[in-house]
């Protein structure tokens, strides 16, 4: 098992979760941070009292990607045979990936800093990306000789587009956060004093909404991406009907007749 990957801390209906390797500049994919990804989605998912979580990186960095200096050595993880170091993927770098994936709030992507190969996947993952003016991304696997081996050939060209992923892949260069906003990557861009305090600020209107149907809507826009428009229907369907008999729906309604606030109980 490896060090203390991920802080969690909530205040409020609010998560900060912390990628902590700042000394090395959170790198990435040693042995168990699978694990530790998998379980911090589920304690979040199981925490009905938590809307939205904050992720970013402790330190100077997001995360600069993987361990370069073990891949060099082939130690640890990658210095196995070819079963283990595949297995290594499925379960330990692809595992950081599918609990990304996983977590059923929104998650605002405060991105400190470089978010690097495996580093800017994880960024991409976050719902909302906000970007301190310092930081950097790029999906920098050919230049090691390596390939997008954690699904981001899946994910990225998705989020800006055939082209703009290939040109991140094909030359493996570094774009600022202005780029990145540009190209999609990013929502906005603040200075970096400014991040954390502008992420706050977005979770606490995220979290103004009945926390069952925000879930939903956010499981609806990930299923979206690979189901088919009759599935999505169908899934429509069956949660609009669900939500609607909640007693948020109720609250909702009555405080929109009643020109007033509504307070949301998850119920």
């Not at 587009?161 to 990557?185: H, I, M, N, P």
């Not at 305090?197 to 909404?209: D, G, H, M, T």
């Not at 609009?240 to 109980?265: C, G, M, S, W, Y």
Request: hydrophobic share 45%; with cysteine; net charge neutral.
């Amino acid at each position: 098992m490896s060090d203390d990957l991920l802080l969690f801390e909530k205040t409020g209906h609010i998560g900060r979760l912390t990628i902590n390797r700042p000394d090395r500049r959170n790198p990435l994919g040693l042995a168990g941070d699978g694990d530790q990804f998998m379980a911090m989605a589920k304690r979040i998912n199981d925490d009905y009292d938590v809307r939205c979580v904050i992720m970013t990186g402790a330190g100077p960095a997001f995360s600069a990607g993987g361990d370069l200096k073990a891949m060099r050595d082939r130690t640890g993880e990658f210095g196995g045979d070819n079963l283990s170091l595949r297995e290594h993927y499925r379960s330990g770098i692809h595992g950081i990936i599918k609990a990304m994936w996983s977590i059923e709030v929104p998650i605002v992507g405060a991105i400190n800093g470089p978010a690097i190969g495996l580093g800017g996947d994880v960024a991409s993952l976050c719902d909302i990306r906000l970007a301190a003016a310092g930081a950097k991304f790029g999906a920098t696997f050919l230049k090691i000789g390596l390939i997008p081996g954690d699904g981001g050939a899946w994910l990225l060209p998705r989020i800006v587009g055939w082209s703009r992923a290939s040109q991140l892949y094909f030359t493996g260069e570094v774009v600022d956060a202005e780029t990145a906003c540009k190209w999609g990557l990013v929502s906005e861009v603040y200075p970096d004093a400014e991040l954390m305090n502008e992420a706050e600020k977005l979770a606490n209107r995220i979290i103004q909404q009945p926390p069952q149907a925000l879930r939903m809507t956010k499981r609806l826009m990930r299923d979206s991406v690979s189901a088919s428009f009759d599935a999505i229907m169908e899934m429509s369907a069956a949660m609009q009907t669900i939500v609607q008999r909640t007693d948020d729906h109720l609250e909702a309604v009555n405080a929109f007749f009643e020109k007033r606030a509504p307070v949301f109980r998850g119920k």
